[in-house]
């Protein structure tokens, strides 16, 4: 993988304050400034009145880029308690109308998001847009970072066979020690508001999804990350057990993001062993983001851990 931008690079060398933009980005109504988190550097978007004040990725950075790259987006929002009804979204606006490349639905307090989009030739000729949509004018537009923004390009064509046995494996991942409560790792993301823990058995890692209130909490994985190419499959295998009671009906689910279709959902006993998978089509690839793993309504308060997490070429 060839990376083409990649916007950590750019903050490097632009001061900390406001910050009025420069030929790759610039805002869009609001205000952005450059502020330092942790020792590094990430872009703040406030004070913003309308819901399409936001970010715009500038023709000068797309008009260098090719179709079939990859574009993504991470950040987090700053906000204080969730608020329903509204969404962010990556826009290609045009005289005409407007698309939505990327959309992130699952909006709470301080949480992490990611965009991710296979750039077509439309995408390249027009400004890209970064900001929110509400369902109601009372909703106010909030407060969101950007801390990066990769533009990548597969160095194999496109329907080259993947050589890659393996793109992610749990017992491989060597920051699950440090997965905090909540947290994430880079491939691995929680959704909605669980409380992740680690368990050791046997000497190896365990993720314990617990203190769940909805059937949409529960782990992304992150597999806009993982560079997928086109012009292959990937199973996705998600192992472990119910951890104490599981209420009648319940079942575990695995659903494509951005959209959230359910995929491989399974029926699930209490403190019984489940096997979750799925086989991600060629023809996914360019609009899946990432998989989750949660439940249905009925189970939204069950706790699952899982022990083994794959992700694998299936040619």
Known sequence: M???????DELNTISKGLFAGNRYIKPSGGLLHIVEIDGTKTILLHGRKNTLDGLVIQPALLSSLKAGDRLTITGRLNISETTDGWCLVLRRYEEDGFANLAQYNNPKEDSLFVLTCILDDQDLHNPLHIHSVSWSDWIKPIDFFIDNIIVSRQQTVSG?????????????DMYIGELPSGGYTRYLLASGDPVFSIV???????????????DWDGLDIRLSLMNLLPGNRYKITARGYIDGTAPPDAQLTLQLLPTCEWRGNKIVKSNQDFILT????????????????????????MTFVLNRLDVVVDN
């Not at 080259?160 to 491989?172: I, N």
């Not at 058995?201 to 999804?209: D, L, Q, S």
């Open 2 to 8: 060839e990376i083409l931008f990649y916007l950590q």
């Open 160 to 172: 080259s066979r993947d050589t890659r046995q393996k793109l992610y494996s749990l017992e491989d």
């Open 200 to 214: 050791d058995f046997g000497g190896k890692k365990n993720i314990r999804v617990g203190f769940r209130k909805n």
């Open 278 to 301: 799925y086989i991600l089509s060629e023809a996914e690839i360019k609009s899946v983001s990432g998989i989750r793993i949660a439940s249905n309504a009925q189970a939204a308060e």
